[in-house]
């Protein structure tokens, strides 16, 4: 299998230029010891553009997720470094990079307005149908990253749709019709399907050691804060009468009834009194924290969370896990007092000991030994298998492989018919197919189905448009690479 993604790997990432920011739920994949150039973060500059190892980073980290989408179980660390999947993404970011400056000197530019629009798509970033802030802070939050920084990836990726828009091209009628006979090919073939439920792994206490000493760095403890605080509980402002009609006068519009209606001054009385107080205890708060700050008084609880279980709001939490030691953050109401922080240690995410990893060790070490297992049995078993015969089988007979969920059957055909050998294996997560074909034949001509192959064929044309101007751009921009590998 290597040997055939060694030979196809220009095919195997499909769209470089423009990809999705597959960000929640997915972890960064490093690579190992790298040295940087002088400029600290920044691993490249193309023409005017300093390319962060951030950006290089999450480069790699998607094409890291496409091609494990791509193969299944089957793709691993060990894959990705004979594939030398580091270099691949490197260069991607450097072509992206070709492209933008390209997009800059035509006076392409990505507005406000642009990104909020993507923003929206987002179903993560939504609160009852709708964009909120503090939702897109934490789910931000939660997958160690900030709106600054993803926002900057986000517009990068605009740019790039835009750029890629000028030089779309629709294909004629004659390329259609011909690519639409050879796309729906039909084949006669025989499977046969593995499930590594079938396998049994009763894992010893040696070989679970010896897979958490060699995969230490995947069982990571969380980045823990070490904080100093100061609390000052809510204090009455005493408002008077007046004081709360003047209040109600001056902000009536932001006192509402669910059905939008105002409210009126006696329905709203008890907030105006609460914020009242909140504004009033909030001077205090400030004064408590410029005598800290001056060292006329001292903070005096001492608390540590993990990063995941800062107890306060998702705007407090982000200033936390921003903040450096020693910074002393302003005070901050949180359940209805005013708290002052001071961040006095960061405990950085080390290897976790082997007691407390065993857990997710063990559930891993069965989960790739299954694999291994698996793959040894599909390439024993491939040469000689008696499987289940199917007939005319397309890229779209998903009803026809039994045995299969749809997306495994989806992705089975798909695998099919890209291959250019009559057997071999898929790997389908915990599933391996074995497959021989035993007859094929071109499909006839399906005019419905045109404008799937017509989108197909232009998506081709305009990726080789795409290269080629980048070849170009190559001798336009000057690239200067920043990062050596260590020896």
């Given at each position: ?82 594939l030398n999947l580091k270099n691949i993404a490197y260069t991607q970011v450097l072509q992206k990079n070709l ?354 192959v017509k989108n197909t064929l232009s998506q081709l044309i305009n990726q080789e448009l795409m290269v080629n ?19």
């Amino acid at each position: 299998m290597i040997t055939w993604m060694q030979r196809h790997k220009r095919w195997l990432v499909i769209t470089i230029w423009i990809s999705t920011i597959a960000f929640v739920g997915a972890g960064f994949v490093g690579w190992g010891s790298y040295e940087y150039g002088k400029q600290g973060g920044v691993v490249a500059v193309v023409g005017d553009r300093e390319i962060s190892n951030d950006e290089y980073q999450e480069e790699y980290s998607r094409l890291y997720e496409q091609y494990a989408n791509a193969f299944g179980s089957a793709f691993n660390k060990d894959m990705a470094e004979k594939l030398n999947l580091k270099n691949i993404a490197y260069t991607q970011v450097l072509q992206k990079n070709l492209i933008l400056s390209y997009g800059e000197s035509l006076g392409i530019d990505v507005t406000n307005k642009d990104i909020a629009k993507e923003l929206v798509k987002y179903n993560a970033f939504l609160k009852d149908g709708k964009f909120d802030k503090d939702t897109y802070v934490q789910v931000l939050s939660q997958n160690r990253t900030t709106p600054v920084k993803f926002e900057d990836s986000l517009k990068r990726n605009i740019l790039l749709q835009k750029i890629q828009t000028l030089f779309e091209v629709d294909a004629n009628q004659v390329e259609v019709q011909n690519l639409n006979k050879l796309l729906f090919v039909q084949d006669d073939i025989s499977i046969k399907i593995l499930n590594s439920n079938d396998i049994v792994i009763n894992p010893s206490e040696n070989e679970l050691k010896k897979y958490w000493e060699e995969n230490k760095n995947s069982y990571m403890s969380e980045i823990s804060y070490e904080l100093k605080t100061s609390e000052v509980e809510l204090l009455s402002a005493n408002a008077s009468e007046e004081d709360i009609s003047r209040h109600y006068a001056k902000f009536k519009g932001d006192y509402k009834k669910p059905d939008g209606k105002l409210k009126s001054l006696e329905e709203a009385k008890a907030e105006i009194i609460k914020e009242l107080d909140v504004k009033f205890t909030k001077k205090t708060a400030l004064k408590k924290y410029l005598q800290i700050k001056k060292e006329k008084e001292n903070l005096v609880n001492d608390v540590v969370f993990a990063q995941s279980e800062l107890p306060y709001t998702n705007e407090s939490n982000e200033k936390i896990i921003t903040a450096k030691v020693g910074d002393l953050l302003k005070p901050v109401f949180e359940n209805d007092k005013f708290i002052i922080a001071k961040v006095i240690k960061i405990n950085k995410s080390q290897p976790l000991p082997y007691k407390d990893a065993l857990t997710q060790v063990t559930v891993d070490y069965t989960k790739v030994t299954k694999e291994k297992q698996l793959n040894e049995l599909a390439r024993r078993e491939l040469t000689n298998f008696n499987g289940t015969k199917i007939s005319n089988v397309t890229r779209e007979s998903i009803d026809k492989i039994e045995g299969l969920s749809e997306q495994e059957a989806a992705k089975f055909l798909n695998e099919l018919f890209s291959s250019t050998v009559k057997s071999g294996i898929v790997n389908l997560n915990d599933k391996v197919v074995l497959y021989k074909v035993r007859d094929s034949k071109l499909g006839e001509y399906d005019k419905s189905k045109d404008e799937l192959v017509k989108n197909t064929l232009s998506q081709l044309i305009n990726q080789e448009l795409m290269v080629n101007l980048v070849k170009r751009l190559e001798n336009t921009f000057e690239i200067q690479s920043l990062i050596q590998e260590k020896e």
